[in-house]
């Protein structure tokens, strides 16, 4: 049978359990995923019918995977794989109407969410400088998952920050009705609403599921255990897969409660424990078994690994983050002329911010790279757009979506005239596109204005009877009506051609989703871009480096591994320090990007680093000295004897940072001005003396080389191009310049 072969014995254990409750704990790079596969298939073939399997999973990359490896062994079609949001959606597509919403609601991303609160905050005269609507969002999102419903909320608030949130949540809470729109949390909630109050939708779908699969387990946040609780209580035959170890989003309201006391809900479940790693050497492995040894709340399991030792972990000690960042780079360049290629390499930091000073590095050395997590294709304004249209084409009634293009293209609708028309929206607690039907009642809205809201809204309702199938023709039909692409030639932009090319992307986005998806329509389409996530749009065969988050890099794996900033208040974060939990879950994150590297692990940190415009020293992370001594090997790149660390060498073969590695551009015109009797002096009230063509050192920007000085004494200007800042042009009274060399 194709599906026991080549497995351990622990693999099969876990493959060929049928009926009952079943907690696979499958520590990193385990083949956590060939297990959760094999068995679906093995249940297929002793004649489980694939209309009753459930399996969720947190991406859709990976149910996509998951789904695509199957099919290797057999192809029936019927089986449920998606992610918690997208098995939501399906179910509430069905049966929404029964909590009083249309089956054609609308999903809000983030930004639309973020948006509309925004909305709230004005009405309710809220500065957003003081009160940071993604916070309010935040909070928000935290109650509905925790299950708490608006006015609980509002009747718990214990201090000013939370009956705020509270007045937002309840107004937040209207407009999503009244647009009959739901947002990502909204999409848990309300399964969990229709399983309630109507048992019989409930108990269909628990008879529908008799077998269920949950990856990840350890990440399920309250709300997910509840909707698999509901339906497991069926039969009782669920399978959850995952890591205590792993567990990294508490700040998002994932609970590694709900995991480690599966076994207190399921008395009789079979435990499964795969402890053979097929990712990593030894050497890594046994550095993140000494981190996360440390940790008490965990589940004790000895990974182990057939694989080769490897190099040792090598932990960097720098002077400061463009140190950091050029030790990097460098070492990036090196690998890669050994013969290794950038998409096996990845570097990992705590915070997105830390991304800056990396790109710098990255772009001045030429090196090819990715962010995992940047400005995501769906989320571009010229895409936004285009799917508001479309949004608008389902469910007239978003707000969101209406008010986001009614005058884009420009169309002579100012923002005086939209808020005549949110005001008699708000007035009558309707949407603002049945305002809009309104219009010409509304006081002071005459002549072009009156014009154009109804040009608009006769739009809006001939896109409306628009087949919403094939959905190529739909988008196309959008762009011709409202001249889109004329619009973005007219607005005379830099990026105006990028705009133009990422809009035809768009259409053939849409053209892959007709070829694919055999009943293809407009409100499928738009549901799978709603859900989309970073990881899911990030490509596996660009030849770049990748760069993301730690979180982000939950679930991947590289041959080649950094992590920046290795340091306490970043890793462990500042704002961990509050309890032993946070701390835990800190070195989980850790742990998480130590066991991502299959070959090579470089952890790197810095003596001091500027946050927030302040220059601050740093101290190593505590997880550095909870590695094994002899898997690490520390290297000091510092400039300062006082703060090497005892375990810290040198290696020879790397020059120290302050002598220049800097080599002249052949297209510089100012190369030739170089020359002794080209020089231009200068000096400020007395002090050094600068002249072009000298090597410099600046706090910042690292090394570089003088081009130009203007100007005199206090007044000089200096143009120094630099290995990792660039040109720049600098005051030198104020440059803080050193001269080296």
Same mark, same amino acid.
């Given at each position: 049978?194709?599906?026991?072969?080549?497995?351990?014995?622990?693999?099969?254990?876990?493959?060929?359990?049928?009926?009952?409750?079943?907690?696979?704990?499958?520590?990193?790079?385990?083949?956590?995923?060939?297990?959760?596969?094999?068995?679906?298939?093995?249940?297929?073939?002793?004649?489980?019918?694939?209309?009753?399997?459930?399996?969720?999973?947190?991406?859709?990359?990976?149910?996509?995977?998951?789904?695509?490896?199957?099919?290797?062994?057999?192809?029936?079609?019927?089986?449920?794989?998606?992610?918690?949001?997208?098995?939501?959606?399906?179910?509430?597509?069905?049966?929404?109407?029964?909590?009083?919403?249309?089956?054609?609601?609308?999903?809000?991303?983030?930004?639309?969410?973020?948006?509309?609160?925004?909305?709230?905050?004005? =009405?309710?005269?809220?500065?957003?400088?003081?009160?940071?609507?993604?916070?309010?969002?935040?909070?928000?999102?935290?109650?509905?998952?925790?299950?708490?419903?608006?006015?609980?909320?509002?009747?718990?608030?214990?201090?000013?920050?939370?009956?705020?949130?509270? $007045?937002?949540?309840?107004?937040?809470?209207?407009?999503?009705?009244?647009?009959?729109?739901?947002?990502?949390?909204?999409?848990?909630?309300?399964?969990?609403?229709?399983?309630?109050?109507?048992?019989?939708?409930?108990?269909?779908?628990?008879?529908?599921?008799?077998?269920?699969?949950?990856?990840?387990?350890?990440?399920?946040?309250?709300? $997910?255990?509840?909707?698999?609780?509901?339906?497991?209580?069926?039969?009782?035959?669920?399978?959850?897969?995952?890591?205590?170890?792993?567990?990294?989003?508490?700040?998002?309201?994932?609970?590694?409660?709900?995991?480690?006391?599966?076994?207190?809900?399921?008395?009789?479940?079979?435990?499964?424990?795969?402890?053979?790693?097929?990712?990593?050497?030894?050497?890594?492995?046994?550095?993140?078994?000494?981190?996360?040894?440390?940790?008490?709340?965990?589940?004790?399991?000895?990974?182990?690994?057939?694989?080769?030792?490897?190099?040792?972990?090598?932990?960097? %000690?720098?002077?400061?983050?463009?140190?950091?960042?050029? =030790?990097?780079?460098?070492?990036?360049?090196?690998?890669?002329?050994?013969?290794?290629?950038?998409?096996?390499?990845?570097?990992?930091?705590?915070?997105?911010?830390?991304?800056?000073?990396?790109?710098?590095?990255?772009?001045?050395?030429?090196?090819?790279?990715?962010?995992?997590?940047?400005?995501?294709?769906?989320?571009? /304004?010229?895409?936004?757009?285009?799917?508001?249209?479309? !949004?608008?084409?389902?469910?007239?009634?978003?707000?969101?979506?209406?008010?986001?293009?009614?005058?884009?293209?420009?169309?002579?609708?100012?923002?005086?005239?939209?808020?005549?028309?949110?005001? !008699?929206?708000?007035?009558?607690?309707?949407?603002?596109?049945?305002?809009?039907?309104?219009?010409?009642?509304?006081?002071?809205? !005459?002549?072009?204005?009156?014009?154009?809201?109804?040009?608009?809204?006769?739009?809006?309702?001939?896109? @409306? @009877?628009?087949?919403?199938?094939?959905?190529?023709?739909?988008?196309?039909?959008?762009?011709?009506?409202? +001249?889109?692409?004329?619009?973005? /030639?007219?607005?005379?932009?830099?990026?105006?051609?990028? +705009?133009?090319?990422?809009?035809?992307?768009?259409?053939?986005?849409?053209?892959?989703?007709?070829?694919?998806?055999?009943?293809?329509?407009?409100?499928?389409?738009?549901?799978?871009?709603?859900?989309?996530?970073?990881?899911?749009?990030?490509?596996?065969?660009?030849?770049?480096?990748?760069?993301?988050?730690?979180?982000?890099?939950?679930?991947?794996?590289?041959?080649?591994?950094?992590?920046?900033?290795?340091?306490?208040?970043?890793?462990?974060?500042?704002?961990?320090?509050?309890?032993?939990?946070?701390?835990?879950?800190?070195?989980?994150?850790?742990?998480?990007?130590?066991?991502?590297?299959?070959?090579?692990?470089?952890?790197?940190?810095?003596?001091?680093?500027?946050?927030?415009? $302040?220059?601050?020293?740093?101290? +190593?992370?505590?997880?550095?000295?909870?590695?094994? /001594?002899?898997?690490?090997?520390?290297?000091?790149?510092?400039?300062?004897?006082?703060?090497? %660390?005892?375990?810290?060498?040198?290696?020879?073969?790397?020059?120290?940072?302050?002598?220049?590695?800097?080599?002249?551009?052949?297209?510089?015109?100012?190369?030739?001005?170089?020359?002794?009797?080209? /020089?231009?002096?200068?000096?400020?009230?007395?002090? $050094?003396?600068?002249?072009?063509?000298?090597?410099?050192?600046?706090?910042?920007?690292?090394?570089? !080389?003088?081009?130009?000085?203007?100007?005199?004494?206090?007044?000089?200007?200096?143009?120094?191009?630099?290995?990792?800042?660039?040109?720049?042009?600098?005051?030198?009274?104020?440059?803080?310049?050193?001269?080296?060399?």
């Amino acid at each position: 049978m194709p599906f026991l072969r080549d497995i351990t014995e622990n693999q099969r254990e876990a493959i060929t359990h049928i009926e009952g409750p079943l907690l696979v704990v499958a520590g990193a790079g385990s083949g956590k995923t060939r297990v959760i596969t094999r068995r679906i298939g093995y249940l297929l073939s002793q004649g489980v019918n694939p209309y009753n399997i459930l399996a969720i999973t947190f991406t859709n990359k990976a149910a996509n995977e998951m789904h695509e490896r199957v099919r290797q062994f057999l192809r029936k079609e019927g089986l449920w794989v998606s992610t918690f949001h997208k098995m939501c959606s399906r179910v509430l597509r069905a049966n929404i109407d029964r909590l009083g919403y249309t089956r054609d609601f609308t999903i809000y991303d983030s930004a639309d969410q973020i948006g509309r609160i925004r909305s709230i905050m004005a =009405e309710l005269q809220l500065d957003t400088a003081q009160w940071k609507p993604r916070s309010i969002a935040s909070s928000i999102s935290y109650a509905k998952n925790k299950l708490i419903d608006p006015e609980t909320f509002s009747s718990t608030a214990s201090d000013y920050f939370y009956r705020t949130v509270a $007045q937002v949540y309840s107004k937040y809470h209207t407009l999503l009705k009244t647009n009959n729109a739901l947002d990502f949390d909204d999409l848990l909630i309300k399964t969990i609403e229709l399983f309630k109050k109507h048992p019989d939708i409930l108990e269909s779908y628990q008879n529908k599921f008799k077998f269920i699969l949950v990856d990840e387990y350890q990440d399920t946040n309250y709300a $997910q255990y509840n909707i698999t609780k509901m339906l497991a209580d069926g039969h009782e035959n669920i399978c959850v897969t995952g890591d205590p170890d792993q567990s990294i989003y508490g700040w998002r309201g994932a609970d590694i409660k709900n995991i480690m006391d599966f076994e207190k809900d399921y008395p009789n479940a079979k435990v499964v424990l795969l402890e053979q790693n097929y990712r990593s050497t030894k050497h890594i492995l046994h550095a993140a078994s000494g981190v996360i040894q440390h940790n008490r709340y965990r589940r004790k399991k000895d990974l182990w690994t057939e694989n080769s030792e490897g190099e040792k972990v090598r932990a960097v %000690h720098c002077e400061d983050e463009y140190r950091e960042a050029e =030790e990097i780079t460098r070492t990036v360049r090196e690998l890669v002329e050994r013969g290794e290629k950038y998409s096996d390499i990845a570097i990992f930091y705590r915070t997105n911010a830390q991304s800056r000073v990396l790109e710098i590095s990255l772009r001045n050395f030429g090196i090819p790279y990715i962010i995992v997590g940047g400005v995501a294709f769906y989320q571009r /304004k010229e895409i936004k757009d285009i799917l508001c249209y479309l !949004r608008l084409c389902i469910n007239p009634h978003d707000d969101a979506a209406l008010e986001r293009i009614i005058n884009t293209p420009t169309r002579g609708i100012g923002s005086t005239t939209v808020k005549r028309v949110l005001d !008699r929206a708000r007035v009558q607690g309707i949407s603002t596109f049945s305002a809009l039907s309104q219009a010409d009642s509304i006081q002071d809205i !005459r002549g072009q204005a009156a014009s154009s809201l109804k040009k608009f809204t006769d739009l809006i309702i001939r896109l @409306q @009877q628009s087949p919403k199938a094939p959905v190529e023709d739909i988008i196309k039909r959008v762009i011709n009506e409202t +001249r889109y692409i004329e619009f973005l /030639k007219e607005s005379e932009e830099r990026e105006s051609k990028e +705009r133009i090319a990422n809009v035809e992307e768009l259409v053939n986005a849409a053209h892959e989703y007709d070829m694919n998806i055999l009943d293809s329509n407009l409100q499928g389409f738009l549901e799978e871009v709603a859900l989309v996530s970073d990881i899911d749009s990030m490509e596996d065969s660009t030849e770049n480096v990748t760069l993301m988050t730690l979180h982000t890099a939950k679930g991947l794996e590289f041959p080649i591994v950094f992590i920046a900033g290795v340091e306490e208040t970043l890793l462990p974060h500042a704002e961990s320090n509050a309890s032993d939990e946070e701390i835990e879950e800190e070195r989980r994150l850790c742990y998480v990007g130590i066991t991502r590297a299959m070959k090579k692990l470089y952890l790197t940190y810095t003596r001091r680093r500027t946050k927030f415009g $302040q220059t601050n020293l740093c101290r +190593r992370s505590r997880f550095l000295d909870e590695i094994p /001594k002899e898997v690490l090997i520390t290297i000091d790149k510092t400039n300062s004897e006082y703060f090497k %660390h005892p375990d810290d060498i040198s290696e020879e073969k790397d020059p120290p940072y302050y002598e220049p590695i800097f080599e002249p551009d052949p297209y510089d015109t100012n190369y030739h001005a170089y020359s002794e009797t080209g /020089k231009t002096n200068v000096s400020v009230r007395g002090a $050094q003396t600068f002249s072009t063509g000298e090597m410099v050192r600046h706090p910042i920007f690292g090394v570089g !080389r003088i081009l130009e000085i203007t100007g005199s004494n206090d007044k000089s200007c200096i143009k120094v191009r630099f290995n990792i800042g660039g040109i720049k042009n600098l005051m030198l009274a104020y440059a803080k310049l050193e001269k080296i060399g």
